[in-house]
């Protein structure tokens, strides 16, 4: 087995969960061992085969090396801003958000944050900066052993942009 009890997980889509048990179960008569996942600051519970682990995307949280990949990624400005219609960029962020690679998710809340700094998203856009940055903020900090809010506020400096008050800001 991949994973023991109290590990540390990645789901795609809802983020990082903690193994809280393996089971067996019967399962239209079959017999199928189960982990048990609790997604972090969350209610929500998962159960997985444990032989659909790879189907699914269930990955161990990232190490040192590609946290430090992912912060050089965020302040890379190197790329160009996608000029697709919105709603063929809203796919493509879509697919890169649920196929729960942490470098693509990344990529969306870069890219989604530097287009915001010339244009104004669509809702659908916004609850998708949204997501990709709360995916990240949530796996970089267990990854770093680092609070949440502390990883907010370095994602935040990343992409403030100096002499510009951020939306929603009052003085």
Do not use: C
Not at 6 to 32: F, H, L
Not at 97 to 123: M, P, Q, Y
């Amino acid at each position: 087995m991949m994973f023991k009890i109290g590990d540390r997980a990645v789901y795609p889509g809802q983020g990082v969960t903690e193994i809280t048990g393996i089971e067996s179960k019967q399962i239209s008569g079959n017999t199928e061992v189960l982990y048990m996942l609790n997604v972090l600051n969350t209610n929500r519970k998962i159960m997985i085969p444990v032989s659909k682990v790879h189907s699914v995307g269930l990955r161990k949280v990232i190490g040192n090396m590609e946290v430090d990949r992912i912060y050089r990624m965020l302040k890379d400005r190197s790329m160009q801003v996608s000029h697709q219609t919105w709603n063929r960029r809203y796919r493509s962020y879509v697919e890169k958000l649920n196929n729960g690679s942490i470098f693509d998710i990344a990529e969306v809340l870069r890219d989604l944050s530097l287009l915001k700094s010339t244009k104004a998203l669509s809702f659908g856009e916004r609850k998708m900066l949204d997501q990709a940055r709360t995916l990240l903020v949530k796996e970089l900090s267990v990854a770093r052993a680092t609070e949440e809010g502390d990883i907010a506020q370095e994602l935040d400096a990343i992409f403030t942009i100096p002499g510009v008050v951020a939306e929603g800001a009052t003085d």
